[in-house]
């Protein structure tokens, strides 16, 4: 139900920026999350490089960052073994994707497993030397697609019993995101945008 609806938001608002109803590229990355005491310990792992015990948000967003596909492992899952099930998933729904950029965490056997699909994977890196923060080509649009889907509260953190429950948080703080954009609707915000002054 999410997805269909997802899909149909993304076409309306993609069509309203000016591009095809259907994209051509996309882009994969992996956020871990810490987990709260009401999930099971089965459906979650230790993701040994960032230090987190908790479960990872897969995603696939276009150029735009608008997301195509979710899935939600157990946080010591590969980025490459959840990457496979993606492109799968991204074939077989969005038949005109042709080209997927991903970062460094995904391994060579994906670019090739990418190529009998045939899509093109470009894995791209920070450039060695680099401090602070840089935005990589590309990439940045699913970065900020994750910052957006973080302004949901409940998306802070995953609260959720089951994985397919965090999926579908994540379809609705994302449908709850295009409708705001589709009717030109500012994040709500605990800010008074009119200050009252003092008498």
């Given at each position: 139900m999410f997805t269909q609806l997802n899909g149909l938001l993304r076409q309306l608002l993609r069509q309203k920026e000016g591009r095809d109803?259907?994209?051509s590229a996309c882009v994969i990355d992996a956020q871990s999350v810490k987990t709260s005491t009401s999930v099971h310990a089965s459906s979650q792992g230790i993701d040994a490089g960032k230090r987190i015990v908790g479960r990872k948000r897969n995603i696939v967003t276009d150029t735009i960052g608008l997301l195509l596909s979710v899935l939600v492992t157990a946080a010591s899952v590969q980025d490459s073994v959840a990457g496979t099930q993606l492109l799968d998933q991204v074939a077989a729904e969005h038949?005109?994707?042709r080209?997927?950029?991903v970062d460094g965490g995904?391994?060579?056997h994906l670019v090739e497993h990418a190529a009998t699909l045939g899509i093109d994977m470009q894995i791209t890196q920070r450039k060695p030397g680099t401090t602070g923060f840089t935005p990589i080509p590309k990439r940045w649009a699913v970065e900020r697609t994750y910052g957006w889907l973080m302004l949901h509260r409940r998306l802070a953190r995953d609260y959720e019993t089951l994985p397919?429950?965090?999926e579908a948080m994540i379809h609705i703080a994302m449908a709850?995101?295009?409708t705001r954009r589709l009717t030109s609707e500012n994040t709500i915000s605990w800010r008074d945008?009119?200050?009252q002054t003092k008498r």
């Open positions: 109803a259907e994209p038949p005109r994707i080209k997927v950029w995904y391994r060579q397919a429950h965090s709850d995101l295009m945008p009119t200050p």
